[in-house]
């Protein structure tokens, strides 16, 4: 498993993950670019409170994806299920 490290918002990290390197600068991006956009708010908020904010929008994306695949996954089954109706009914 590689090991890695990184500067990621100020921090220096070193962790272990069977991801690829390049799925590792993917996420190291997008936790930057959002960090950045918190803090562009111009109030002085700590680091703790930004990196909580953070957390809690990418769970919250992350749980938003999570109900649109399984909405997904139930069309996709029902469809499945017609099809094979369908095809019993031939």
């Not at 918002?9 to 936790?31: H, K, P």
């Amino acid at each position: 498993m590689p090991r890695y490290s990184l500067s990621l918002v100020g921090l220096e990290i070193s962790f272990r993950t069977d991801a690829d390197a390049e799925r590792i600068e993917a996420a190291q991006a997008l936790v930057e670019e959002r960090f950045a956009d918190l803090s562009k708010s111009g109030s002085d908020i700590s680091k703790e409170k930004l990196l909580t904010f953070l957390a809690l929008s990418l769970a919250d994306d992350y749980l938003v994806l999570q109900e649109r695949q399984a909405q997904l996954e139930k069309k996709i089954t029902e469809l499945l299920e017609m099809g094979a109706e369908s095809v019993q009914a031939d």
